[in-house]
């Protein structure tokens, strides 16, 4: 049986291997790789331990498993760091890998020198070659080296706890109990005084914890989310290159764009053989000039084989040590035709305008919805929602602005209109679990969901921090997060009430409503228009503005014929 053992352990370590290289090719923590690694070599340490019949091949088979018993303490640790978004100096840092490889030196010594084990005596326990030994000063070294990484495991734990709050709570559980395990793995080991049975399970353990983690890792990694959808949905192209001008690679759109990218290799550099390659030198060349030590960004046009493309070029600063330039190009040809059409005279117009602000603010608002409809396509049961309810604030404040409604300026209702598919922002940080969850919301299930109000706003004001603009940041801040608040000041976040609330919330509040009335969900079918309309009338000097129903009534026809041309 022990063979059969140590066999299973060292296949399932070499099966959760290739799970983690196929079910998360993008994984960035590669220190989760290296874990994984070294416990295949551990287990197969113990696997040759076990067949072994003499000393001499007993001693081979330890220093194997010490190639990766050595080392899996320090890759554990420092795969938990990244889990947990801490960091540690760079001496302490150092000083772990060169600790690892001092205790591995150390473990090679045995049979040579005594100063790992004084002497190894060859046994057979549970049916299965192993060893005894007399252990020397180094393998208290070894155990102290142990127990430090403990220590640090648990210190891990214990700030995850307490500051790190974008960690996931199942998470921290995990790490708790794989803990646990290699606490209470440590101590049986030392009561039966070996622990060649123990640890091969210890450590699939480990692995089975490990992958846990990375699947929910990938789950709340909205950064990895976001890029996957801009990847699947964006019409434009990515473009990398070194400072010194070396490829690093393109997206499947920029190769459409500029076939020449497909003959590239990966590292080439620029040589200027072609009008693309041209450019690209010229823009490097024009950032070496600058001397720019700040983040670097510009926008520029050029043309190509008879299309015109926008670009924005950015450097990003010290990605693996180096910078790295970024272009993202965009296809303007035909905006392009229709500028040139319109004469001589608006071409210095359209000269002045190509880094204002506005296409500034254009640019970060697009990434913004896209989170936005990244959050919705979670959600599973709310798909088209951000879309129609910008169609209901649109025809509102229509009606809103043929009526001359309460003096508010076009500037006021044409942000709002713009402003209006990030007021669900929030939903991208809230768990899939609850997210996603089919039926009604429970107590607790609620109370998460009202957190994303706040955390939409937070979200767009970051995103939106570099933005000049400071009145559309307002109102789409202030829609994000009083669009749940009520006239009776019975909402949340703030409990506002009355005219307290801003009107770009108190709008988008009803156009929120509506359109979960008249639309269906999993856990209710849709309303008939006349019934929507009832209830929201209802509601008003309640739920809405009742200042909002006379525009609500008037815009009925156009809200329905919107309705029939979509599916809801």
């Known amino acids: 049986m022990g063979y059969i053992y140590l066999t299973l352990m060292f296949v399932l370590s070499a099966v959760n291997l290739a799970v983690l290289s196929l079910r998360f090719q993008n994984q960035r923590n590669n220190y989760v790789y290296y874990a994984f690694y070294a416990i295949l070599v551990a287990n197969f340490g113990h696997w040759l331990l076990g067949f072994s019949e003499s000393v001499e091949g007993a001693i081979i088979a330890n220093k194997v498993n010490y190639l990766g ?23 302490l840092h150092f000083s772990l890998i060169f600790m690892s490889f001092t205790i591995c030196a150390l473990a090679m010594t045995v049979g040579y020198f005594p100063a790992y084990y004084k002497t190894v005596e060859y046994v057979v326990q549970a049916g299965v070659g192993n060893y005894v030994a007399t252990y020397g000063w180094a393998h208290g070294l070894f155990n102290a080296f142990l127990v430090s990484y403990v220590i640090l495991d648990i210190w891990i734990i214990i700030r995850a706890i307490l500051h790190q709050k974008m960690v996931s709570l199942k998470n921290i559980i995990a790490m708790i ?22 640890m091969p399970f210890i450590y699939v353990l480990d692995q089975i914890l490990l992958l846990y983690i990375c699947n ?41 764009f500029f076939p ?9 550099h620029l040589k200027g053989e072609t009008e693309l390659q041209q450019h690209i030198m010229s823009w490097i060349e024009k950032y070496r000039k600058s001397k720019i030590l700040t983040d670097y960004c510009q926008m520029t046009e050029f043309n190509y084989s008879g299309r015109h493309y926008k670009c924005e070029v950015k450097v990003l600063r010290q990605v693996h040590g180096k910078n790295v330039f970024l272009f993202r190009i965009e296809d303007n040809t035909q905006e392009q035709q229709y500028i040139d059409a319109l004469g001589r005279s608006n071409s210095m117009l359209q000269k ?77 940080a ?41 009145y559309f940041v307002s109102v789409a801040k202030n829609m994000a997060l009083y669009h749940h608040e009520r006239w009776d000041g019975k909402g949340y976040p703030e409990q ?55 525009s609500f009534l008037e815009c009925q026809d156009q809200l329905m014929d919107y309705y029939c041309s979509v599916d809801h």
């Open 69 to 91: 018993g050595s080392f899996l303490p320090m890759f554990m640790f420092f795969a938990l760091m990244q889990v947990c978004k801490m960091s540690i100096p760079k001496w």
């Open 177 to 198: 109990i794989g803990e646990i395990a290699t606490i209470m793995s440590f101590f049986l080991a030392r009561f039966l005084g070996s622990d060649m049975l123990i």
């Open 216 to 256: 929910n890792v990938k789950w709340y990694d909205i950064t990895e989310c976001v890029i996957e959808s801009i990847e699947t949905e964006s019409s434009c192209a990515y473009l990398s290159f070194s400072i010194d001008g070396a490829y690093l690679g393109a997206n499947r759109i920029a190769m459409n």
């Open 260 to 268: 020449e990218l497909v003959k590239m290799r990966v590292d080439a």
């Open 352 to 428: 002045n305008m190509v880094q204002t602000e506005n296409e500034k603010l254009s640019v970060q608002e697009k990434w913004i919805v896209g989170m936005a409809q990244m959050a919705e396509s979670r959600a599973g049961n709310m798909d088209g929602h951000i879309k129609r309810t910008s169609e209901v604030v649109k025809i509102l404040v229509s009606m809103m602005r043929k009526k001359g409604f309460d003096n508010l300026s076009d500037k006021f209702l044409d942000v709002l209109i713009a402003a209006a598919p990030m007021y669900d922002l929030g939903k991208v």
């Open 430 to 470: 809230i768990d899939d679990a609850v997210l996603r969850k089919p039926g009604r919301f429970n107590v607790d299930d609620r109370e998460i969901m009202k957190t994303h109000a706040e955390k939409g706003a937070n979200i767009i004001e970051k995103l939106l921090s570099d933005v000049k603009d400071s």
């Open 496 to 550: 506002r009430s009355g005219e307290d609330i801003p009107m770009e919330a108190r709008i988008m509040a009803l156009a929120d409503v509506y359109d979960a009335l008249v639309s269906k969900r999993c856990y209710k079918e849709r309303m008939s228009f006349r019934e929507a309309r009832d209830v929201i009338l209802a509601s008003m000097g309640k739920q809405f503005d009742p200042h909002l129903k006379d």
